[in-house]
């Protein structure tokens, strides 16, 4: 799962990357990108790259930082809704990549959540007084 994980995350890093830094020409062929769509993409591309080496470490806060990813993504969406209605130039298929990624980012949480992030119950992480 981990290495899918980070397949997930290298080529949305890839493909975010590719528009801001305008790699290959990518950011001509991608049409009408909203910005702050694609910063989220990358700034979540690199939540999953951590989250992947958490989760190969078997450490519950993986699970936190795919909760993070998606929030900023359910974030992102929502201002995305709202530039569109306000009539802002969009891709149809980013309404599409956006549910995607969030589905996505919910299952890989939900997946770590149940795995590893019991592991680590609070009862564990206070130390115990006079034993």
Not at 44 to 68: D, E, N, P, Q, R
Request: with cysteine; hydrophobic share 55%.
């Amino acid at each position: 799962m981990a290495a899918l994980l980070a397949m997930f995350g290298f080529l949305t890093l890839f493909l975010s990357s590719s528009i801001i830094f305008d790699w290959f020409d990518i950011r001509e062929r991608e049409g009408n990108y909203v910005w702050f769509i694609v910063w989220a993409n990358f700034v979540c591309s690199l939540i999953y790259l951590f989250s992947a080496y958490g989760l190969v470490k078997t450490k519950s806060w993986a699970y936190k930082l795919l909760v993070l990813a998606l929030i900023i993504l359910l974030v992102a969406f929502a201002g995305l809704l709202i530039h569109i209605k306000g009539g802002g130039l969009h891709e149809t298929k980013t309404i599409g990549a956006m549910i995607f990624r969030m589905a996505v980012t919910a299952l890989f949480a939900g997946w770590v959540y149940f795995t590893i992030g019991k592991i680590s119950s609070p009862q564990e992480s206070v130390p115990e007084s006079g034993k």
